[in-house]
């Protein structure tokens, strides 16, 4: 949790002249632009690991899973001859006479072709069919919540932080509060107050009913009116993780000797905060933005339930309840898909804001 | 050896120093005061010295409540948990029923009292059980070099990235009626990593202290060194990762129990909500849900305030940086202003515009 001194992320800043920005450099040299490949390699190895990890896990849940898909599909549509029942087995691919590791294989092979399986519960339509019309609603909804409550939090920690022993540290314990209410909960309050009792907000679906999705301003005015509280409510939801851990390295970065120095230099308070101190305050909180993005994807999900929005965690919990395994394997592959990605992005800024994982490359 | 801890890292007057992540390895000068005997109390009281401040305490008290009520709880609830008063459903609070009825009748408080039961036991189970995974694998992997580390270390990374809830949602669907200790193993087995990643960085550092090394010359065995050395200097960061996990444990326990993923028949405060989302509560019905809701963030409160007044004693910092600069502002100066910030103190307490004024200097960066 060391922090890296200000002057070595200066790599980025070589256009300024050096003599008009007050470092006590005199001259400013030309540095290459370094592409940290040894920490990508790394991360790539790592990314590969938990991939392989996660296809694995995902293989063995519906073989270690009570009941079977096909029983339950035929519970719900009765009018199906036992040779149906049979043929349905094996294009769902639960037909047992081949060995696990022969499985195993056939799993990853369909993977490679981008073949999912098909969804007992939507008609026996290809999983990856019926994901990529869910998919959209929650990348767009959770993803950009998260993102919004990130900038946010860490923006108004680094604002804390700096002022601190002000009256904005009473934001710390208030947000904490929202931060330890379940998720649905609060979106049931929202949903209460905002939707049923003053109809500012609809309290469901993602967009209004009849409409199919369409790119004109009145369907984007729907989705937007419809996301508006489950987004909100995530916001407030997990904003208090962020601004406490940026609020907690800004108190400890601010005691740093370059924060003195800088200020000793005469620079201007604004540069201090956001060039010097929160600059290095934020490299934890990219670190554990990439880490807990599963931890806060998986919890959202069952803001969809509460919503009844049309993502990928309202599919989840349906084919929970349906036995569909075949959906439920796509789903989690998907979000951990989905998280895998958010990390590889949170590591590009990483190496973008910590010089040091480019400094080991030369 | 009957003193694991030597002057490295135990203050004169032999509180262990804070082990926070910020701690250099600067010797320190044995004190004059010569240290005070140990005893069992000494010790005892020592162990627990990062709850010794008012928020820790604060949050504790409330969570004794909370534990308390789960252990008395067929004393405090005025009626049974399912019993149902058919004379009475969907009533609003009243003297008979504080916090009104449910559809069926029930009582919502007894069943707020009795639910919280299953949200304590759940909560400290599953805590206890990713607690010792995590001590287990942090500290093995922060002790050990080279690929035994790494891959550990990917192992708990692995576990931190795969979404948990997605995950423990398809795992207890499984059963058909799981009890609290499955679910609490479940929540337990996916909720370790954090803590095994904080411990594993402080294990780290912790290994290349002089005070280890020692030890490790001593030809002390492994198990001795982990257990007596390591582990106390770890408390705060292993009560702080125990009582983080409670909070998610609590957190998931709940939603699970919402979305209808645990049967009705574990009763806990998620199921109080499930009910009342199903049989159409909101947004009249408000005591069945609201105070169901209040009770899981009042204890995730109280366990958050644990982990302030922890966090503060690993890092002193967040404390006092918030008094200096309240101290500062008393005496008239800005925290963040420019390095040498000027003073003026008048002299006689006449009008300050035309009285004489005394400079004083002060730098704004004195600790």
Not at chain 1, 133 to 149: D, R
Not at chain 1, 331 to 357: H, K
Request: aromatic share 10%.
């Amino acid at each position: 949790m060391t922090t890296a001194s200000p002057e070595l992320g200066q790599f980025e800043q070589q256009d300024r002249d050096a003599l008009e920005v007050g470092t006590t450099a005199t001259t400013a040299e030309k540095g290459r632009v370094l592409v940290p490949w040894r920490f990508f390699a790394g991360r790539a190895g790592f990314y590969l690991f938990t991939l392989w990890a996660a296809i694995t896990i995902n293989f063995f849940l519906p073989r270690f899973m009570k009941g079977d898909a096909v029983s339950s599909y035929l519970a719900r549509n009765r009018n199906i001859s036992p040779e149906a029942a049979d043929s349905l087995r094996i294009l769902l691919g639960i037909d047992t006479d081949k060995s696990m590791w022969q499985q195993y294989v056939d799993y990853w092979a369909m993977l490679f072709r981008g073949d999912l399986g098909i969804s007992t519960l939507h008609g026996l339509r290809p999983v990856a069919e019926v994901l990529s019309s869910a998919l959209p609603w929650t990348l767009g909804l959770v993803g950009l919540a998260t993102i919004i409550s990130f900038a946010l939090g860490t923006v108004g920690g680094a604002i804390v932080g700096w002022k601190r022993g002000s009256r904005l540290d009473a934001l710390i314990p208030i947000t904490t509060f929202f931060n330890t209410i379940p998720y649905f909960w609060l979106g049931l309050i929202a949903i209460a107050i905002f939707s049923s009792t003053l109809k500012w907000f609809p309290s469901s679906h993602a967009y209004g009913k009849g409409q199919s999705p369409e790119w004109s301003l009145d369907f984007i005015g729907q989705v937007i009116t419809h996301g508006t509280l489950p987004a909100v409510t995530i916001i407030i939801a997990s904003l208090g993780g962020w601004m406490l851990g940026m609020r907690n390295m800004m108190l400890t970065v601010l005691d740093e000797d370059y924060i003195t120095v800088a200020q000793a230099k005469g620079m201007p308070n604004r540069r201090v905060l956001w060039a010097y101190a929160a600059r290095n305050a934020v490299l934890p909180q990219v670190q554990s933005f990439a880490l807990s993005i599963g931890f806060i994807v998986g919890g959202t999900i069952v803001m969809e339930m509460v919503f009844s929005y049309p993502g990928v965690g309202k599919l989840l919990l349906d084919a929970t309840n349906a036995k569909d395994f075949a959906l439920m394997q796509g789903v989690f592959l998907v979000i951990t898909l989905s998280v895998l990605v958010a990390n590889i992005l949170a590591d590009i800024v990483y190496a973008y804001l910590d010089p040091r994982t480019r400094q080991t490359e030369a | 050896m009957s003193v694991p801890t030597s002057t490295e890292n135990t203050a004169p007057d032999g509180r262990p120093i804070p082990t926070g992540m910020q701690e250099t390895a600067t010797f320190r000068a044995p004190g004059v005061v010569a240290p005070p005997r140990k005893t069992f109390w000494t010790q005892l009281v020592q162990a627990f010295a990062m709850f010794r401040n008012p928020k820790s305490v604060a949050g504790l008290i409330i969570l004794g409540v909370f534990v308390l009520v789960a252990i008395f709880a067929p004393l405090l609830a005025p009626y049974g948990p399912t019993q149902k008063d058919r004379t009475a459903l969907r009533q609003a609070p009243s003297l008979d029923h504080w916090l009104g009825t449910t559809h069926m009748g029930e009582d919502v408080l007894s069943q707020l009292i009795f639910g919280t039961r299953g949200v304590v036991v759940v909560g400290f189970l599953s805590a206890i059980i990713a607690t010792v995974i995590a001590i287990t694998i942090g500290v093995i992997a922060g002790y050990v070099r080279g690929w035994k580390s790494e891959s550990l270390s990917a192992l708990t990374n692995v576990f931190l990235v795969i979404p948990g809830i997605p995950l423990i949602i398809i795992v207890a669907s499984q059963f058909e009626n799981p009890p609290l200790i499955v679910i609490a193993a479940v929540l337990g087995l996916t909720g370790w990593a954090w803590g095994a990643r904080v411990l594993r960085a402080q294990t780290m550092s912790l290994r290349n202290r002089d005070f280890i090394q020692a030890a490790r010359a001593n030809g002390e065995p492994l198990h001795r060194i982990i257990t007596v050395e390591m582990l106390p200097n770890l408390m705060a960061l292993i009560a702080s990762s125990f009582v983080g996990t409670v909070t998610a444990a609590i957190l998931g326990l709940t939603t699970l129990a919402f979305i209808g993923v645990i049967p009705v028949s574990n009763l806990n405060w998620g199921t109080i909500l499930f009910w009342a989302q199903q049989n159409g509560a909101f947004p009249r019905l408000w005591w069945w849900y609201v105070p169901a809701g209040l009770c899981i963030a009042i204890i995730g409160v109280a366990l958050s305030l644990i982990n302030f007044g922890i966090d503060e004693y690993v890092n002193p910092r967040l404390r006092s940086a918030g008094e200096r600069a309240r101290a500062m502002k008393k005496k008239g100066l800005d925290v963040n202003a420019p390095v040498t910030a000027v003073r003026e103190v008048p002299v006689t307490g006449a009008d300050p515009a035309t009285s004489q004024t005394t400079k004083i200097q002060n730098a704004n960066t004195q600790k």
